[in-house]
């Protein structure tokens, strides 16, 4: 009972301009994030309706476990807004979001790699150590195995991997990929930078380059299908990695929990998305 209290005392000490910053980073990756949906559906859909469609997926993603539900989201809608003027099987839908999430583990593999050098002196912890070392490996192995199947285009005959194959031939201007690459890094330093508000917030004296190292480990943890949004995971983690910074449990869950929080509060825009989607059906 003392713990929940010290948590939700910290709610209420955290200093509300950093709370405000934090909100508008997590609507800004919703932004971002329709943008970069933009450049991998090029002149299918306005951005307004693009915008509409990842909030949606973001607003699923709070509520069901893994960022797949949001995506699964993201594709039904995406489907109804283009069968408006074409049809389009959701086969052929599936390649840019595969794209997107290819990308995403890119730019996590890319500023862990960087950060790499300095996490292991952070951390003298082996069993930590033991744990973000594979997690590069394993997206360095991902973004290998994926650069190999795109060079020799393996299974060329199976249906869906030949629509990917047509997907990929269809960005003449490479310019576009490394411009969805770059979103995708943006939004990583984004979810750094509103941790890093809050943390602020609160006066946890927590340094800004500290979050670069933990934020993208913990990010690829809450993907992990188990909880909805990713809670419990995501505390777990802050409390383990956060203890090296004499950071107490109490105080890592509360940010821990606030981001979680800020981020349902920016995901109700999908909310009004959706509902503004079903008023339309119903009225049709």
């Known amino acids: 009972m003392a713990g929940t209290e010290k948590i939700i005392g910290l709610f209420y000490q955290a200093n509300s301009l950093n709370l405000i910053a934090a909100l508008l980073c997590y609507v800004t990756i919703i932004y971002v994030s329709a943008f970069r949906l933009q450049l991998l559906i090029p002149n299918i859909l306005p951005l307004k309706s693009v915008f509409a469609i990842s909030a949606i997926g973001y607003f699923f993603n709070m509520f069901l476990p ?3 539900s949001g995506d699964v989201a993201r594709v039904y809608y995406l489907k109804k807004e283009i069968n408006k003027t074409k ?3 959701l086969v052929d839908l599936a390649a840019p979001f ?3 999430k290819y990308f995403g583990l890119v730019s996590v593999l890319v500023i862990g790699l960087v950060v790499l050098p300095f996490s292991l ?3 003298d912890n082996s069993q930590i150590v033991n744990a973000i070392v594979p997690t ?3 997206l360095l192995l991902v973004f290998c195995l994926g650069m190999i199947f795109f060079k020799f285009r393996f299974f060329k005959k199976n249906r869906f991997i030949s629509i990917f194959y ?3 031939d269809s960005f003449k201007n490479k310019k576009r990929l490394y411009a969805v690459f770059l979103y995708s890094a943006v939004i ?3 979810s750094i930078v509103a941790i890093y508000s809050i943390s602020k917030g609160m006066g946890l004296g927590v340094s800004f380059f500290f979050f670069i190292v933990i934020i993208p480990i913990i990010n690829i943890i809450t993907i992990l299908p188990v909880t909805l949004g990713g809670l419990g995971l995501r505390e777990g983690a802050f409390v383990l990695f956060l203890a090296y910074q004499g950071i107490p449990p109490h105080a890592a869950i509360s940010l821990s929990l606030l981001s979680f929080l800020l981020s349902l509060i920016a995901s109700l825009i999908g909310l009004y998305e959706y ?3 079903r008023t339309a059906s119903l009225d049709n």
Request: net charge neutral; aromatic share 16%; hydrophobic share 60%.
């Open 66 to 68: 893994s960022g797949i």
């Open 87 to 89: 049809n389009v099987h």
């Open 98 to 100: 595969v794209m997107e």
């Open 121 to 123: 002196s952070i951390f």
């Open 136 to 138: 590069i490996v394993f």
């Open 166 to 168: 047509a997907y990929l």
């Open 188 to 190: 990583q330093i984004i």
């Open 275 to 277: 509902m503004r989607y």
